[in-house]
């Protein structure tokens, strides 16, 4: 059995993929720097590091987090439903190198080929796009904590909002001078792992559309044959000569043999 050049590169692309997927679920997704104070924060789980090196875990990021912890848990959904289609893929693309795939469902080859990695990178792409979010829902959370709406402009307390303000962004490093105040944050190991996730999903998927088969082994090229005549029997039959021949063979009909008329002339008989 030939196996396929082009099914083989796209698995190990995808393998690749799937492989920082299932990476980013057991990583950090944002880390957080004030002064010597370092927070690296995932769905479910927050460590915070002091200064002289004493680690803190944590269920939960500090309050107020509402809209921050329901970013972290739809980025992750997201990223586990793109890693959930992306195993199916695997799956059905190893199928395909074994010619495997096409016996089971040509319907199935077609949505192999052509949907299940579209669906997979739109999911992984959601997750990295709604993580992004995570500064707006920072403000949000500091908002309703503080004057009880969602949105504010820090007319109530210019001096706190001023100060903290510059935080509600999704990358941000503030310098302000003072080693004990500097701020810094920005995305970690799992929503970095999520990002290249996706971008090999979407060459994977080009490669899976151009590149790889799905539908069975091609058709082999029929050669031209060449007919022979028959052996079954020595001689060949009337029907299958040249007519030229038949008719050079055919038997020449009989010479007519002259006859003699008697002519009688009084009475004698002249032959």
Not at 44 to 68: F, L
Not at 81 to 110: C, D, E, Q, R
Not at 184 to 208: K, R
Request: aromatic fraction near 12%; charged fraction near 15%; hydrophobic fraction near 35%.
């Amino acid at each position: 059995m030939k196996l396929r050049l082009g099914n083989i590169t796209v698995f190990f692309v995808f393998a690749i993929a799937w492989v920082l997927l299932m990476g980013s679920f057991g990583c950090y997704w944002y880390k957080q720097v004030k002064g010597d104070t370092e927070t690296l924060i995932s769905y479910n789980h927050v460590k915070i590091i002091s200064p002289s090196g004493q680690e803190e875990d944590h269920t939960h990021i500090e309050a107020p987090s509402r809209r921050q912890t329901a970013i972290f848990q739809a980025a992750f959904g997201m990223a586990i439903l793109s890693w959930v289609v992306l195993g199916f893929i695997l799956t059905f693309n190893m199928l395909a190198t074994l010619h495997m795939l096409h016996k089971i469902s040509p319907k199935l080859s077609t949505f192999t080929k052509c949907f299940l990695p579209s669906i997979s990178f739109v999911l992984g792409i959601m997750s990295v796009l709604i993580f992004v979010g995570l500064g707006e829902a920072r403000k949000r959370d500091y908002c309703w904590e503080k004057y009880d709406t969602e949105n504010c402009d820090g007319s109530e307390d210019p001096t706190s909002f001023n100060r903290i303000s510059p935080t509600f962004k999704f990358v941000y490093d503030v310098d302000k001078g003072d080693p004990y105040d500097h701020r810094y944050g920005g995305p970690y190991t799992g929503w970095i792992c999520v990002l290249i996730s996706s971008a090999l999903i979407f060459v994977g998927g080009i490669f899976s559309y151009t590149w790889a088969g799905y539908h069975g082994p091609p058709a082999r090229r029929s050669s031209p044959t060449i007919s022979t005549p028959s052996t079954s029997s020595t001689h060949p039959s009337s029907s299958s000569r040249p007519i030229a021949d038949q008719i050079d063979k055919k038997p020449l009909p009989p010479t007519p043999t002259p006859t003699h008329n008697k002519i009688e002339i009084g009475n004698s008989n002249y032959v």
